[in-house]
């Protein structure tokens, strides 16, 4: 019957791991043909598999996995999923209903541990409400502010049988969250458009959540009314990375302009996004002339952080499908000439020029790297994930991401261990497209296992190591403010990559060399199979732009200048 | 060595920005909420409270509607405005929550709670325990010759009143309800 709902679903792909209270259902997953299951190699990984999915195509990603410790290792990824509003819906398997709550083996309150990391949850005690459940599951999970959710179903509540209730005779549920916005609250933001001098648009998750027509209703607007834009880094492929009114991703490691532009601004459009701490810095020197719109499907999300002017609820497709109708009929109007002084002084701050870099001598600048990657791959059709660190912002800043669902990267819990997973779910959904994880090691090495997966279900997922031996972001942080005590922020046993990739049965490149990384990218990329790029980098590199926490955006340290003589010294230390 | 040259003390020693964001005036709010009456909604609730740091001043719950298998929740809970108009969204977000009223900002409302008081006493304190609870109109469900269970109801602060007064005359123990309130009016 589990099965049965899925495919009711639409479902293609379930990734998972068996054990004994799911047996019953992965016995009907064995007599079929019409759902793949990946055998991932630890729960964990199959939630993340399940999220880069779901990122990737904008259908719910599944999961399937045994009651106790299969339940409490999805914890880390339904947490993720939660923070990322990821639609994700994991089928546990429980202990029969007559023995929950006598510690029974592989016993665990599963739906007490995961309450507060998902979106809702369920445990099933009739088999009579089976089949309405996972429908409703799906319905809560992919509708408003999608989420995570997790049915909890007993061993015995599996083998029973009842009557299945196709998804179309499931009673309309009661969560039917709001999705045109306040008409009167549209008006308003359009006269506030009409008349801004400074304006800038500020846009998260949100717009990629929304589906893709979203992301092309704010290229219409973005490019209609002439306004910058920038994104937060989950917002990043919403809005082409080449167009020109594109001003590069902000907050902690944002660039230099986007981040003067929020703090300069006189109107401030957040699409989608929800003032995350990343992103505010210091909150009482916040964007502090400005009026600020905040379009949100999720009330909660609404002065939880910045008070805002105009609070708009709903859809950002809806939204912004509004928002252009009342823009038009009223005439298209914004304040041109203002607004060219305000691309000027724009262009004083790109000057600056934030992220220039300079590749000196063999040894690899992690900058660089990227930079490479971004010039060989760029052409493809391409989706990239990352783990979590210093190389997922550097990959952020000198990647470009032309599309939604491109990007795939934990943003809001930063889970160690997130890219390599989430690269095998991407590469299920698009099997003939080059996927790569920008990594670090350490990050990496949380889920290596999973190179398991990847070689027997035939991934040619590239996973591109920049491998500088320490936890670079930690690192940077103890260096900047702990005095250069570096505790426990480096590894002394890291594996030979080359090997490792050939014990699974992959492919291995180690690169460190400058002049050879262009071989060895082509060399990743060319290779029909799954490939571990280990890329030695300066082990000592910091990642800017920085907004120091505790400081407002306009007071960014823009690296050399700020951090030079720290960076050297320490590196002659540790080494 | 510090690039950034760090005093003590300072929030930039964090990631997170330490310093107080809100006023700090305290507002105590009347929250009614209809829920489904299903097993875990009320850990929901709680765990949302004490997950995002809330604080719960009172709690009241039961199921209104058997047929319907709903439940009314009244909370009385204390925070800025800014944390009060926080609670109410996220209470909104949970899926089993039909509906989220502020009686404290909704109009007028009635707020009415019960407790149990047992005063131990003999002699004159017996006598003046008798002689205030008939004041307050409080009734004897239960009676000793040396003890009291007085039945009290009325707005918190009068059954603060009360235990107040009994507390010298032998109080010894007490049960509250919490508060349960209902707005004024036709619901129309």
Known sequence: MVVECLKDQGVEVVFGYPGGAVLPIYDEVFQQNGIRHILVRHEQGAVHAAEGYARSTGKPGVVLVTSGPGATNAVTGLTDALLDSIPIVVLTGQVPTFMIGTDAFQEADTVGITRPCTKHNWLVQDTENLSSTIHEAFHVATTGRPGPVLVDIPKDVQFASAGYTPVKQVSTSHYQPQKKGDMASIEELVEAIETAKKPVFYTGGGVINSGTAASQLLRELVDGTGFPITSTLMGLGAYPASGDKWIGMLGMHGLYEANMAMHDCDLMINIGARFDDRITGRIDAFSPGSKKAHIDIDPSSINKVIRVDIPIVGDVGHVLEDVLKVWKSRGRKTDRAALGEWWNTIGEWRKVDCLKFEQKGSVIRPQHALARLEALTKDHDRYICTEVGQHQMWAAQYLGFEDPHRWMTSGGLGTMGYGFPASIGVQMAHPDSLVINVAGEASWLMNMQEMGTAVQFRLPVKQFILNNERLGMVRQWQELLHGERYSHSWSEALPDFVKLAEAFGAKGIKVDQAEDLDEAIKEMIAHDGPVILDCLVEKHENCFPMIPSGEPHNKMLLGEASTQDAIGTSGAVLV | ?188
């Open chain 2, 1 to 188: 060595m510090s690039a950034l040259h760090i005093k003590k003390g300072s929030t930039k020693h964090s990631a997170y920005n330490l310093r107080p964001q809100f006023s700090d005036v305290q507002e105590t709010h009347t929250l009614a909420l209809v829920v489904d009456n299903e097993a875990g909604v009320l850990a929901r609730v709680i765990g949302l409270f004490s997950g995002r740091g809330y604080n719960i001043d009172s709690l009241t719950v039961a199921e209104i509607d058997h047929a319907g298998h709903r439940s009314r929740i009244t909370i009385v809970t204390t925070g800025t405005p800014q944390v009060i108009e926080q609670i109410k969204a996220q209470l909104g977000r949970i899926v089993p929550v039909h509906s989220v009223n502020d009686l404290t900002v909704e109009g007028r409302s009635v707020e009415r709670e019960l407790a149990l008081l047992k005063v131990e006493g003999t002699g004159d304190k017996r006598v003046e325990a008798m002689r205030l609870a008939d004041i307050f109109r409080a009734n004897v469900v239960d009676s000793t010759l040396e003890s009291f269970v007085f039945e009290i109801t009325g707005t918190p602060e009068k059954i603060d009143a009360f235990a107040e007064l009994m507390s010298p005359l032998g109080l010894s123990e007490i049960a509250r309800t919490g508060v349960a309130a209902l707005s004024r009016g036709s619901v129309g």
